[in-house]
């Protein structure tokens, strides 16, 4: 374990309702990331950031956005969640840019 | 973008068996990453590979960088049941690139 905690763990909400994800790093690395994994698709990034307050868009950044306040603080925001955003995420963390990338055991989200 | 095949999608095997699994790259990548995930938990990088031609070993995982850079493989050599899970490659076109990710070989191994 790299030191990531990601909260909540499970997650059961419904369609319309903003949801947040939370990923906290103990290793004070510089770069963070939010994936999620769907059955056909592999993982896929959705936002990362490489610095406070620094983040951009990964390849299905629609419906999410993000905020690094603090080093050691990676918030993932599903302002109005829909059903297509049942999905595990999981936030991952890197001393230099994208490799080797250290997963957190993910959050399990259902929107219903 | 760039696509990723890892094959094969799963494998059912026996304990004792040796596996082996390889990603294909539609473009040249520098760098190679295999992640092994267990059930209800995130993936953890078993090996990474910067070279082409480069063979590097873990235990009984060995994984290969393909000369032509497109491509890469996993062996498990002997398995036993806590190999099962799901094996994943992922690869980086140029340092600073988004990595891709396969979409992973379903392992499972049968005592």
């Known amino acids: 374990d790299a030191g990531i905690t990601q909260s909540p763990r499970h997650k059961v909400t419904e369609t319309g309702t903003p949801v947040t994800l939370r990923c906290h790093q103990t290793e004070n690395h510089r770069y963070m990331y939010w994936y999620r994994q769907d059955p056909g698709h592999g993982l896929r990034l959705i936002h990362y950031?490489?610095?406070?307050?620094?983040?951009d868009k990964g390849e299905v950044s629609d419906g999410y956005s993000v905020s690094r306040s603090k080093t050691e603080d990676f918030l993932l925001t599903l302002e109005s969640a829909t059903s297509s955003q049942t999905s595990v995420y999981f936030c991952?963390?890197?001393?230099?840019?994208?490799?080797?990338?250290?997963f957190g055991n993910g959050t399990r989200l259902t929107v219903t | 973008g760039q696509q990723l095949n890892q094959s094969p999608q799963s494998m059912f095997i026996q304990e004792g068996e040796d596996v082996s699994m390889n990603c294909t790259s539609s473009?040249?990548?520098?760098?190679w990453l295999w992640y092994k995930q267990d059930p209800g938990e995130g993936p953890v990088l078993l090996i990474a590979?910067?070279?082409?031609?480069e063979l590097t070993s873990n235990g009984r995982l060995t994984a290969q960088f393909g000369i032509t850079r497109k491509d890469s493989f996993l062996n498990i050599s002997a398995s036993i049941p806590s190999d099962v899970g799901i094996y994943f490659c992922?690869?980086?076109?140029?340092?600073?690139?988004?990595?891709?990710f396969g979409e992973g070989t379903q392992l499972t191994v049968n005592p």
């Open positions: 473009s040249i990548f520098n760098t």
């Open positions: 991952a963390i890197s001393v230099g840019v994208e490799t080797p990338l250290h």
């Open positions: 590979l910067y070279k082409a031609g």
């Open positions: 950031s490489y610095g406070v307050k620094d983040t």
């Open positions: 992922a690869g980086q076109e140029t340092s600073g690139s988004r990595l891709t």
